[in-house]
């Protein structure tokens, strides 16, 4: 199948690394089916010229609904799905309920998975097909006050891995993508998330809540070593269009980095890096 006609389904494109991979791919000659949340996103993408349907990580309803659509539009081929959707929720571990911890994982792991589970049939039905993970580099190590998105990120790479062991000797391929930090809304989602679900003025952790505030606020300017989205959507071009893909790509300094430490350091050594990273000080 010749890549103008193939079909690419992408959640979470309202902005950043979603969009730009909307954008890049329907450039490139892909028919790409952008999906987001709110419907008015939906409004804003088509405008733009892009294929756009409403699709909720949150609800199995919304998930079954635009993939009934998409297979309908495609009669019942799609190339490959491209599981971008996700927001980080920070805090100390300690102060996340479940509720705010069952939240996290229903859009970054439980609606990306029933999503993948349904279009497998399609997948299986035409031997081929494409599933690309955007996880981060938090699925490689863990940093402080980021627990429910780092066990996120951790399980969505274990469930990548093992959907790949099980799909051998097939033509379907499973791609992980593992940016650093990327130019998006990202801080701004996460800290909305924050306000939302941390009680930070009664927690233990209130100082360094004070400072991480700034930061998500963009009060401190961007990371180090922060790349424009550009630089995951050449990745995810590789994965789609490589006769074989690579089973992980990394994306910033970052994560080439943290991947050849989390190798080669002893743990505690490690820790103490991920702890002066998190900016944790001794109780």
Do not use: W
């Given at each position: 199948?010749?890549?103008?006609?193939?079909?690419?389904?992408?959640?979470?494109?309202?902005?950043?690394?979603?969009?730009?991979?909307?954008?890049?791919?329907?450039?490139?000659?892909?028919?790409?089916?952008?999906?987001?949340?709110?419907?008015?996103?939906?409004?804003?993408?088509?405008?733009?010229?892009?294929?756009?349907?409403?699709?909720?990580?949150?609800?199995?309803?919304?998930?079954?609904?635009?993939?009934?659509?998409?297979?309908?539009?495609?009669?019942?081929?799609?190339?490959?799905?491209?599981?971008?959707?996700?927001?980080?929720?920070?805090?100390?571990?300690?102060?996340?309920?479940?509720?705010?911890?069952?939240?996290?994982?229903?859009?970054?792991?439980?609606?990306?998975?029933?999503?993948?589970?349904?279009?497998?049939?399609?997948?299986?039905?035409?031997?081929?097909?494409r599933i690309i993970q955007i996880s981060s580099v938090l699925g490689i190590v863990c940093l402080a006050y980021r627990g429910a998105y780092n066990a996120s990120k951790f399980a969505l790479e274990a469930l990548s891995d093992t959907l790949r062991l099980e799909l051998h000797g097939t033509n379907i391929h499973v791609s992980l993508i593992e940016p650093g930090p990327i130019k998006s809304r990202f801080r701004e989602n996460a800290y909305r998330a924050f306000k939302e679900n941390i009680n930070a003025e009664h927690s233990v952790h209130w100082e360094r809540y004070a400072m991480m505030e700034q930061r998500l606020a963009g009060e401190s300017g961007p990371l180090p070593f922060t790349l424009g989205p550009e630089a995951v959507l050449k990745k995810v071009i590789h994965a789609l269009e490589a006769r074989r893909p690579k089973i992980r790509y990394a994306v910033t300094v970052p994560t080439y980095l943290f991947w050849v430490l989390k190798r080669l350091l002893p743990a505690r050594t490690l820790d103490r890096l991920l702890r002066s990273v998190s900016g944790v000080r001794r109780n």
């Open positions: 199948m010749h890549k103008q006609r193939r079909s690419v389904l992408i959640t979470g494109c309202s902005t950043g690394i979603g969009r730009c991979l909307a954008e890049g791919l329907r450039d490139r000659g892909y028919r790409v089916f952008a999906t987001v949340r709110k419907p008015q996103d939906v409004a804003t993408l088509t405008e733009a010229g892009l294929e756009s349907l409403p699709l909720d990580l949150d609800s199995s309803d919304s998930i079954r609904g635009a993939v009934t659509e998409i297979l309908t539009r495609t009669e019942g081929k799609l190339y490959a799905l491209i599981n971008n959707g996700a927001y980080g929720q920070v805090g100390a571990v300690e102060d996340l309920s479940r509720k705010t911890l069952r939240k996290q994982f229903e859009t970054n792991l439980f609606g990306t998975q029933e999503l993948t589970n349904l279009l497998m049939p399609a997948f299986r039905a035409q031997n081929e097909g």
